[in-house]
C-alpha cells in the first residue's frame, strides 16, 4: 500500500474539516483544543458512522459484492453505471455523470434532485459537513 496518497487525502481532510466546522450549524468538534491527529481519527471515526447507513446498500472492498447498490470501490473519478453486473436505472445510465466529489456530494444531498427517475431509495443528506465526511472516509476506503 502506498501511504503518500494517504497522508495527502488526510491533511485534506483535515483542512476541509476545519473549513466546514467554523460555518457550519451543527455541533462542531472542539477543532482549536484537538491535535490534528486526534480530530482526523474523530472525523474518520464519524464518516464511519455515517456510512453504517449506506452499508446496508453498498460495499466497498475491491473484491466485495453488489447488494441493493453498487460496490462503490474507485468510484471518484469513474463513469456512473459502469459495473457490468449491476442493474441500474436508465436514468442514471443516461445521466452522463462521472463521479466527482461535487458530483458525490450533490447526489449524497439529493439523488432523486440530481438525476430524476434513478431507483436509489435514499433521500439525501443536508448537512454539508456530514456529507464531507462520509465523503472522505469512502474516499480513504475505495482507493488502493
Given amino acids: 500500500m502506498n501511504c503518500a496518497p494517504r497522508s495527502a487525502q488526510v491533511a485534506l481532510l483535515?483542512?476541509?474539516?476545519?473549513?466546514?466546522?467554523?460555518?457550519?450549524?451543527?455541533?462542531?468538534?472542539?477543532?482549536?483544543?484537538?491535535?490534528p491527529q486526534e480530530l482526523v481519527a474523530a472525523a474518520l471515526q464519524t464518516g464511519k458512522r455515517l456510512f453504517a447507513n449506506c452499508n446496508a446498500c453498498h460495499t466497498?472492498?475491491?473484491?466485495?459484492?453488489?447488494?441493493?447498490?453498487?460496490?462503490l470501490?474507485?468510484?471518484?473519478?469513474?463513469?456512473?453505471?459502469?459495473?457490468p453486473d449491476f442493474a441500474y436505472s436508465e436514468a442514471l445510465?443516461?445521466?452522463?455523470?462521472?463521479?466527482?466529489?461535487?458530483?458525490?456530494?450533490?447526489?449524497?444531498?439529493?439523488?432523486a434532485a440530481l438525476v430524476p427517475g434513478n431507483s436509489m431509495a435514499f433521500v439525501g443528506m443536508s448537512?454539508?459537513?456530514?456529507?464531507?465526511?462520509l465523503l472522505a472516509y469512502i474516499r480513504l476506503r475505495t482507493r488502493d
Fill in 93 to 111: 445510465q443516461k445521466s452522463g455523470i462521472n463521479w466527482t466529489e461535487e458530483m458525490l456530494d450533490k447526489w449524497i444531498t439529493n439523488p
Fill in 14 to 35: 483535515f483542512s476541509n474539516l476545519l473549513a466546514c466546522t467554523a460555518s457550519a450549524n451543527t455541533p462542531a468538534l472542539a477543532v482549536a483544543s484537538a491535535p
Fill in 60 to 71: 466497498l472492498g475491491a473484491n466485495e459484492d453488489d447488494r441493493v447498490g453498487p460496490n
Fill in 127 to 133: 448537512n454539508a459537513l456530514e456529507r464531507k465526511l
Fill in 73 to 83: 470501490w474507485k468510484i471518484f473519478g469513474a463513469r456512473v453505471a459502469v459495473r
